[in-house]
């Protein structure tokens, strides 16, 4: 079955500084994946996805940009965090059924002060 | 485009009552639909989906869900609400790509 790793789980930066968020999927090859943001109180917004090794689509312009520099490794990036971008980072997979579900890694919280 | 509505962001019911969770969809094509529910800190599990066939779909946990084409709905339903069910309940439909676009979710609270 598959799984997905996030990490770090929390994290707390200061306005300005970079950030780097990872995800890693096992039990299955060539997934699509992708990266949602829910900030405090809201839904899930789709922020990137990707269907292979370096390639990217963005859902929103943003502050933030992702990278996919392996086929099981999603990488989400920022230059110079601002408040906003403050919420629960979660990565999330179709995996092997092929019925249409994602499945989720256990996210990362960014707080951003 | 497809997209979902949760009625209510919070819903308060008493142990042992019924949960109703409302989803109502906008999709041009036959949907793809699913309740998912998050607690605390946690990423998301998915309860039950609807993709074809059978109207009423069950899923973990008890819940329920009836796809009702002519409502445009996919209301979750629970028999007996537990303790252990509070929690934010989202429901998603697919769109393209494969990707699912969530509700705003809703906050169940279960009272003693």
């Known amino acids: 079955s598959q799984t997905i790793h996030q990490w770090p789980a929390t994290l707390v930066q200061p306005v300005g500084s970079p950030l780097s968020l990872e995800c890693t999927v096992e039990g299955t090859s060539n997934p699509n994946l992708y990266w949602y943001r829910q900030a405090a109180g809201r839904g899930l917004q789709l922020l990137f996805y990707s269907v292979g090794i370096g390639q990217i689509s963005s859902e929103v312009p943003q502050n933030l940009s992702a990278s996919r520099p392996q086929d099981r490794q999603f990488i989400l990036s920022s230059k110079k965090l601002l408040l906003s971008d403050s919420g629960f980072y979660l990565c999330?997979?179709?995996?092997?059924?092929?019925?249409?579900?994602?499945?989720f890694g256990e996210g990362s919280r960014l707080t951003v002060l | 485009a497809q997209s979902v509505t949760q009625l209510g962001s919070h819903v308060s019911v008493s142990e042992g009552a019924l949960v109703l969770l409302r989803c109502n969809y906008s999709?041009?094509?036959?949907?793809?639909l699913f309740w998912y529910v998050q607690y605390p800190n946690q990423g998301l599990q998915l309860l039950l989906k609807?993709?074809?066939?059978?109207?009423l779909v069950k899923g973990i946990n008890g819940f329920e869900a009836e796809f009702k084409k002519s409502e445009t709905s996919f209301h979750l339903t629970k028999p007996s609400a537990h303790m252990s069910d509070a929690a934010e309940y989202f429901c998603?439909?697919?769109?393209?790509?494969?990707?699912?676009?969530f509700g705003s979710g809703t906050r169940l609270q279960v009272q003693p």
């Open positions: 998603a439909v697919m769109t393209g790509r494969r990707a699912l676009t």
């Open positions: 999330a997979s179709p995996g092997t059924t092929n019925t249409g579900e994602l499945f």
């Open positions: 999709s041009s094509v036959p949907p793809y």
């Open positions: 609807y993709t074809t066939g059978a109207t």
